[in-house]
């Protein structure tokens, strides 16, 4: 049986150490911040996720580029060539096009290795969720798991994986089209923050409101209480749009609540926060359902 690698996309806002000891494949998205365009690498080579905060705060506004199929060719080709298989593993196709490069990659792939697996799966998840979906993967493959029963097992984990979060401000997701102009006005104006996941689909869907910053926080973490599997302690990851106070108070309300195998608390990088902004918080878990 042959050996095969993990791979997946920068938006699964991992560290960059995990990717590294665990050998995952990263491929990096582009985005445009200020005029000039860089490579969303986990260990911010290019800019780093404190920069990129920091001009939004000034007003400047981030724009993305899913990946290509050419982007996602040259990768996978380059260890199909040393006799890998593939899991390749992306971003939502609920929120981006990336999904869909890499399956036309992949029709592409398979015609010159035709002795190889290249299993593909849309993880329907984003930022660290995304990441949550890439631990659980490396955790399979750890357990001795063939590609195609890990491919199976995360199938079967993906209506699993919950994603909530919360936003410091409506104003990114309104620039992205996610929300109204009112919407964004009279939110903002009245401190009304709202509790959003992601659904079955894939999709961003606003679940409802509370006044203040405090109370959103901890409405993410009521919203952990109530479906999160609790046979045994898990791994937990939040995500912080360089606002690591506030993720760091949510991580110790989980733990006042629940027994939990660990909590990853990782920035959001550059394609996610372009679109969620400064002051995001989000929390991803294994639940009863999404």
Same mark, same amino acid.
């Given at each position: 049986m042959r050996d095969y690698v993990i791979? &997946?996309?920068?938006? *699964?806002?991992?560290?960059?150490?995990?990717v590294d000891e665990n050998n995952i494949v990263v491929i990096p998205l582009q985005f445009n911040i200020d005029g000039k365009d860089y490579r969303n690498y986990l260990d911010g080579r290019e800019m780093t996720n404190e920069e990129f905060y920091n001009l939004e705060r000034?007003?400047?506004?981030g724009k993305t580029a899913q990946l290509t199929m050419f982007d996602i060719t040259e990768v996978y080709r380059s260890y199909l060539e040393k006799g890998y298989d593939i899991?390749?593993? %992306?971003?939502?196709?609920?929120?981006?096009? &990336?999904?869909?490069?890499?399956?036309?990659?992949v029709e592409e792939l398979k015609e010159e290795?035709?002795?190889?697996?290249?299993?593909?799966?849309? &993880?329907? *998840?984003?930022?660290? %969720?995304?990441?949550?979906?890439v631990y659980y993967a490396n955790l399979y493959k750890k357990q001795g798991m063939s590609i195609?029963?890990? &491919?199976?097992?995360?199938?079967?984990? =993906?209506?699993?994986? *919950?994603?909530?979060?919360?936003?410091?401000?409506?104003?990114?997701?309104? =620039?992205?089209?996610?929300?109204?102009?009112?919407?964004?006005?009279?939110?903002?104006?009245?401190n009304i923050k709202p509790v959003l996941h992601v659904d079955d689909e894939g999709h961003l869907v606003a679940m409802r409101k509370v006044l203040g910053r405090k109370r959103s926080l901890l409405a993410l973490v009521d919203e952990l209480e109530?479906?999160?599997?609790?046979?045994?302690?898990?791994?937990?990851?939040?995500?912080?749009?360089? *606002?690591?106070?506030?993720a760091n108070y949510v991580a110790n309300e989980i733990k006042k609540r629940i027994d939990v195998k660990d909590i990853l608390i990782n920035c959001i990088g550059p394609v996610i926060g372009s679109h969620?902004?400064?002051?995001?918080v989000a929390l991803f878990f294994v639940g009863n359902k999404r």
């Amino acid at each position: 049986m042959r050996d095969y690698v993990i791979i &997946t996309d920068s938006t *699964c806002d991992l560290p960059q150490k995990f990717v590294d000891e665990n050998n995952i494949v990263v491929i990096p998205l582009q985005f445009n911040i200020d005029g000039k365009d860089y490579r969303n690498y986990l260990d911010g080579r290019e800019m780093t996720n404190e920069e990129f905060y920091n001009l939004e705060r000034q007003g400047k506004i981030g724009k993305t580029a899913q990946l290509t199929m050419f982007d996602i060719t040259e990768v996978y080709r380059s260890y199909l060539e040393k006799g890998y298989d593939i899991l390749g593993l %992306g971003f939502s196709s609920g929120l981006s096009g &990336t999904f869909n490069s890499m399956r036309l990659a992949v029709e592409e792939l398979k015609e010159e290795f035709s002795d190889a697996k290249i299993n593909i799966i849309d &993880t329907l *998840c984003a930022s660290t %969720g995304e990441g949550l979906f890439v631990y659980y993967a490396n955790l399979y493959k750890k357990q001795g798991m063939s590609i195609d029963d890990n &491919t199976e097992a995360l199938l079967k984990l =993906r209506p699993h994986l *919950c994603h909530w979060f919360t936003v410091l401000s409506l104003d990114t997701l309104r =620039r992205g089209g996610r929300v109204s102009n009112v919407a964004a006005f009279v939110a903002d104006t009245f401190n009304i923050k709202p509790v959003l996941h992601v659904d079955d689909e894939g999709h961003l869907v606003a679940m409802r409101k509370v006044l203040g910053r405090k109370r959103s926080l901890l409405a993410l973490v009521d919203e952990l209480e109530k479906s999160i599997y609790k046979d045994e302690p898990q791994m937990i990851m939040i995500s912080h749009g360089d *606002c690591l106070d506030d993720a760091n108070y949510v991580a110790n309300e989980i733990k006042k609540r629940i027994d939990v195998k660990d909590i990853l608390i990782n920035c959001i990088g550059p394609v996610i926060g372009s679109h969620s902004g400064p002051g995001t918080v989000a929390l991803f878990f294994v639940g009863n359902k999404r």
